[in-house]
């Protein structure tokens, strides 16, 4: 009976009051912190009914909550690259025209949230290179640590920007969780085959890019042609007379060293050749393959991946991900 009279007091007070009721519960307990049995006590009414008004104080708009959030995600576009093209998962950060280097980072702490949902005792962590995933290393704060062996998928690039290079990101990875590391004592393009397969039968290069194919997870970057978006990875190796031939020669992206097209298709081009890594094929054999990429001048080489499968997770953001969505 209590119950009945508290809420019909309630409901046949004049509009104003109850108005003013509503807003003066929800200062007690948004502002003022106190519990609903307080404010029920101070009121002279009952916990249920406090809790009715708190809930119709939000329908009113009177109390109106947000969650303050810099990383949010767009998961409608999630939804539409898992089905699109068959992903295992994907992470769409709402860019919210955030400049280049905010986007990377917010990319780079759902990358880290969702890597650490897979990581387990006794794997082995292949890592590739690249700003993207640069910041998905440096927001890697693991709770405890696990017993891994993280490796590079790729020989160095010698790049001006060493934080940005397989050899830094396989030791940071490996730091953050306490774990083993390797490294592949080789560059990422030599000047040709022969030189390449002779490296390639130096014992040491063996055991490294048999461990990094035996991988449980490779975390990736894609590259694009675009010379603002490829200088820092090819810098000494090709020239940008060199890559615009190898985009008329229809490369549209690169990973593991290798460029492929629109489809995703590894092209016969001698530079492929002359990567030392896994290589892409080496990618289907990998359980999880998790690539970080985003930016409208990547939209084609993001596609091409798509389409190649050569990747299960895509971490990228919202205004890319439609670009790629519209594009398939």
């Known amino acids: 009976m209590k119950k009945s009279t508290e809420s019909s007091t309630i409901t046949k007070a004049a509009p104003a009051d109850v108005e003013q009721m509503l807003i003066d519960v929800a200062i007690l307990y948004y502002e003022q912190q106190l519990t609903q049995e307080e404010i029920s006590k101070r009121i002279g009414t009952s916990r249920s009914t406090v809790s009715r008004m708190l809930d119709e104080a939000r329908e009113r708009g009177i109390v109106h909550i947000e969650i303050n959030y810099p990383w949010r995600?767009?998961?409608?576009?999630?939804?539409?690259?898992?089905?699109?093209?068959?992903l295992h998962e994907a992470r769409v950060l709402v860019a919210n025209q955030r400049p280049e280097e905010d986007i990377r980072r917010g990319m780079g702490v759902l990358a880290a949230r969702l890597i650490d949902t897979h990581v387990r005792e006794g794997q082995v962590i292949g890592v590739s290179?690249?700003?993207?995933?640069?910041?998905?290393?440096?927001?890697?704060?693991?709770?405890?640590?696990?017993?891994?062996t993280v490796v590079p998928v790729i020989g160095a690039l010698g790049s001006d920007n060493p934080a940005i290079d397989g050899i830094d990101l396989v030791r940071r990875f490996a730091g953050a969780y306490g774990a083993e590391y390797k490294y592949l004592p080789v560059p990422l393009l030599v000047e040709d085959v022969a030189t390449r397969d002779a490296l390639l039968k130096l014992p040491k290069v063996q055991e490294i890019l048999d461990l990094a194919r035996k991988a449980e997870i490779a975390l990736?970057?894609?590259?694009?042609?675009?010379?603002?978006?490829?200088?820092?990875?090819?810098?000494?190796?090709l020239s940008y007379s060199r890559l615009a031939l190898l985009k008329d020669q229809g490369a549209v992206g690169h990973m593991c060293g290798q460029f492929y097209d629109a489809n995703g298709l590894v092209l016969d081009l001698e530079v492929n050749l002359r990567a030392i890594g896994i290589g892409?094929?080496?990618?289907?054999?990998?359980?999880n393959v998790i690539a970080v990429a985003s930016g409208l001048k990547k939209a084609d080489a993001i596609l091409g991946a798509l389409r190649g499968r050569h990747l299960n997770t895509l971490i990228t953001d919202d205004e890319t991900a439609k670009v790629v969505l519209e594009s398939q």
Request: a negative charge; hydrophobic letters at 45%.
């Open 280 to 287: 892409i094929d080496a990618l289907y054999s990998i359980a």
């Open 73 to 86: 995600r767009n998961h409608d576009l999630e939804d539409q690259l898992v089905a699109r093209f068959d």
């Open 220 to 237: 990736m970057g894609i590259g694009a042609l675009a010379p603002e978006v490829s200088s820092g990875i090819w810098k000494g190796y």
């Open 129 to 148: 290179y690249g700003r993207s995933l640069a910041s998905t290393i440096e927001a890697l704060h693991p709770s405890r640590a696990v017993a891994l």
